[in-house]
Nanobody, 114 residues
Framework: VQLQASGGGLVQPGGSLRLSCAAS????????MGWYRRAPGKQRELVAL???????NYADSVKGRFTISRDNAKNTVYLQMNSPKPEDTAVYYC?????????WGQGTLVTVSS
């Protein structure tokens, strides 16, 4: 299984950015895809995840600003980041969990700054 993330970069506070992550390989039909992040000097934390059944879980810090969605047919997950704040600056990692294993993408840097 491979995960290819894209969409990171520099965004101004209050702007918007969308991250994408496409999974390839042998993927079980039921799985969870999501995003984690690691800010400088901090531990990796969950940002948002979504299962194939549509269940979602968000970090409290991003509720109401970020939206996760996915295209099951394409094994792709998206993270729409609206009104980002400087404290959202981090390396964002795509994650895929299935009963066969837990997989990570290479990480994409998001910098929120004016």
């Amino acid at each position: 299984v491979q995960l290819q993330a894209s969409g990171g970069g520099l965004v101004q506070p209050g702007g918007s950015l969308r991250l994408s992550c496409a999974a390839s390989g042998e993927i079980f039909s039921f799985n969870s895809m999501g995003w984690y992040r690691r800010a400088p000097g901090k531990q990796r934390e969950l940002v948002a995840l979504m299962t194939t059944a549509g269940f979602t879980n968000y970090a409290d810090s991003v509720k109401g600003r970020f939206t996760i969605s996915r295209d099951n047919a394409k094994n792709t997950v998206y993270l729409q980041m609206n009104s980002p704040k400087p404290e959202d600056t981090a390396v964002y990692y795509c994650n895929l969990w299935t009963s066969s294993g837990n997989y990570w993408g290479q990480g994409t840097l998001v910098t929120v700054s004016s």
